[in-house]
């Protein structure tokens, strides 16, 4: 009986490290980091961090596709089991006082990285506070990003949605965004083209549809050819707190 349950033991200890989540790879994508300001006096900044959970010493390429600008591209050596810290990265790391984009993270060897951001809030007399922005590796995107139960909601105690979506590879595409209630009726949609590497933020998309504030909001944005990573942020409208919300891809 001991070793019966033992197997079972190892058997499902297997099964769950197989179904792990890894968003590692050999190239990242973070849709967007920046430096600028925002709504109601808040100043975002942007902390960006690099892990190399492998044995082999590698060097990882950070190229930041700036908007409305030319890419900036940084090298820098990492050891092995060990991670890089950029702290305010658009103005620490490429000399910008305001700016934003998607951030691409490349490995030098095939043994890959991972990647996150910390987007925060450094205009409030309420203290700093941000929200985490996940790296996800370019080969897990999808042509297809879900969002769903986001909250816009009016009043000093509600939220505001903003919705964002970067291409990160080197073809222009088309792509549909529809938002719905909770219930699949429509509220609004946008068709619209991507450059290579282009992200677009849609802030505020209860304001900008014209539909009435509620929660429970869906967005579903797709293309018909190119892997995209959407994403979702809820900043409460008191505070300028935020909270990170990256889309999945059910139907791809």
């Not at 297997?14 to 989540?21: G, I, R, T, V, W």
């Not at 429970?216 to 994403?231: P, R, W």
Request: no cysteine.
């Amino acid at each position: 009986m001991r070793r019966t349950f033992l197997v079972v033991l190892v058997l499902l200890s297997a099964a769950s490290s197989a179904n792990a989540l890894n968003t590692g790879d050999t190239t990242v994508v973070l849709p967007v980091i920046g430096r600028f300001a925002g709504a109601f006096g808040t100043q975002w900044r942007t902390d960006v961090f690099v892990a190399n959970h492998n044995t082999v010493a590698k060097t990882v390429t950070l190229t930041f596709y700036v908007t409305g600008g030319s890419p900036l591209v940084r090298a820098v050596p990492v050891t092995p089991f060990s991670t890089l810290s950029f702290p305010d990265i658009v103005l620490n790391t490429y000399g910008l006082a305001s700016a934003a984009g998607e951030l691409e993270i490349a490995s030098s060897n095939e043994s890959g990285i991972e990647a996150r951001a910390r987007i925060y809030n450094s205009g409030s007399a309420a203290g700093q506070f941000g929200q985490n922005v996940p790296g996800l590796g370019r080969a897990y995107l999808n042509r297809q990003s879900y969002l769903f139960g986001l909250s816009g909601i009016s009043g000093a105690s509600g939220s505001r949605v903003n919705v964002g979506v970067t291409n990160p590879t080197s073809a222009t595409t088309t792509v549909s965004m529809r938002i719905t209630d909770k219930n699949n009726n429509d509220l609004g949609s946008k068709t619209f083209d991507l450059a290579p590497h282009q992200n677009v933020q849609f802030n505020d998309i209860v304001a900008i549809f014209g539909f009435a504030p509620q929660s429970d909001i869906q967005v579903e944005i797709n293309t018909f050819d190119t892997a995209i990573y959407g994403y979702a942020s809820e900043v409460r409208n008191d505070t300028g707190d935020a909270v990170f919300i990256y889309g999945t891809s059910p139907n791809s």
